[in-house]
Nanobody, 115 residues
Framework: VQLQASGGGSVQIGDSLRLSCLAS????????VGWFRQAPGKEREFVAG????????DYGDSVKGRFTISRDNAANTVYLQMNNLKPEDTAVYYC?????????WGQGTLVTVSS
């Protein structure tokens, strides 16, 4: 599975962005999906995740109520809607798909939030 993340950019405090993660090479409908981020000088952290069925969704504490993960299996794409962005959301965002046997990472897309 190859993952291509896009949608990052430079925005101001309070703005919104939608990240996309397009998968190719294999359908991801049976994979759990997730978004992670890594800020400069920090470890990669969990942002949001959803099971393959979408029945279980979880978010990192710092983004709850502001970010929404979704998936379009027909389009083989995962999304991360980010609202009310804050400077501490500045990071490279990575998408991941996983099953019980393996996982795949996208290349990352940079989000910069400034005042």
């Amino acid at each position: 599975v190859q993952l291509q993340a896009s949608g990052g950019g430079s925005v101001q405090i309070g703005d919104s962005l939608r990240l996309s993660c397009l998968a190719s090479g294999h359908t991801i409908s049976s994979y759990a999906v997730g978004w992670f981020r890594q800020a400069p000088g920090k470890e990669r952290e969990f942002v949001a995740g959803a099971t393959w069925s979408g029945t279980m969704i979880d978010y990192g504490d710092s983004v709850k109520g502001r970010f929404t993960i979704s998936r379009d299996n027909a389009a083989n794409t995962v999304y991360l809607q980010m609202n009310n962005l804050k400077p501490e959301d500045t990071a490279v965002y990575y998408c991941q798909v996983a099953n019980a046997f393996t996982h795949f990472w996208g290349q990352g897309t940079l989000v910069t939030v400034s005042s």
